[in-house]
């Protein structure tokens, strides 16, 4: 079951890169982030009135629950929506690949929640170096303007606010049900990018057409309201580091995204960074054929 559900996340959020720059065709980014977290928290909340899902929290979960939802929709997916207005779908994923590395600091150094392993750290940075071959091409044709620069830079920090999110979730809300996480988590995250949007951003820009709607239907019900319950589903499950992996498979499901709808032609580096990839997931397990031991063992 933990195989199936890690498998759907990056099948899932591997299409999202795509999605969020689709919708920032018609909408600004903070309010654009906002509308699909407010659908997800609507869904959501429909699915707890039909399940009767007890929602009540302590003072306590509250105040964590709310740190959380503020660091990984208002500042993580506020920085990773504006970010995507200067740089291209695969450039974000690159620089969002450093989450795992910044889960893997913060979980061994800054909360001392698992114990530090080098062959972890190693397979981190292969798998990072892999995503950067993947999209080297589109990376080289971003020249690196100030645009391109300043969006790479939110994106970044965008993964570090995530992933200390993650941890925190991990280390201090082990028992709280993923349901009741993610609910409260959503209203939080939406209203504040909300608000956000709707202060600092121009109203007056914002266009709707069919693509732009299915595209924030599918990062609403699909990308948020289903995707965050079964991570923190999983997250209760496994290690924040194992889970923190799908960031290095979803980019690489986008790139097959891109061939299987639009016929994109997928360069020879690509597939070699895509090996280099699935090399370094292997070695954060210690080998290559250890990879699916980490789905039957919670603490790997």
Known sequence: MKLLVFAILCLVWGFTWQAIKVSLEGLPPYFSAGV?????????????????????IGRREFQLVTLTALLVYTLDYGLIYWGEQYINAGVAAIFFATFPLFTAIFTNFLFRHEHFRADRFIGLIIGFLGIVLVFYDQLVRTQFSRGVLLGSLAVIIGAASAALSLVIVKKYLPSLSPVTLTFHQLWIGGLSLLGIGMSFEDMSSIHLNPRIVFAVLYLGVVGS??????????????????????????????????????????????????????????????????????????NV
């Open 36 to 56: 699909r977290f407010t659908l997800a928290f609507i869904v959501l909340f429909l699915y707890t009135i039909w399940k009767r899902v007890p929602l009540r």
């Open 225 to 298: 309201a289903l995707a965050f319950v079964l991570w923190y589903w999983l997250l209760q499950k496994t290690s924040a580091i194992t889970v923190s992996l799908i960031i290095y498979i979803t980019p690489i499901v986008a790139l097959a995204g891109d061939y299987l709808f639009f016929r994109e032609i997928i360069p020879l580096r690509s597939f070699i960074g895509m090996v280099v990839v699935f090399i370094g997931i292997g070695y954060t397990q210690k080998n290559l054929r250890a990879f699916p031991r980490v789905f039957r063992k919670a």
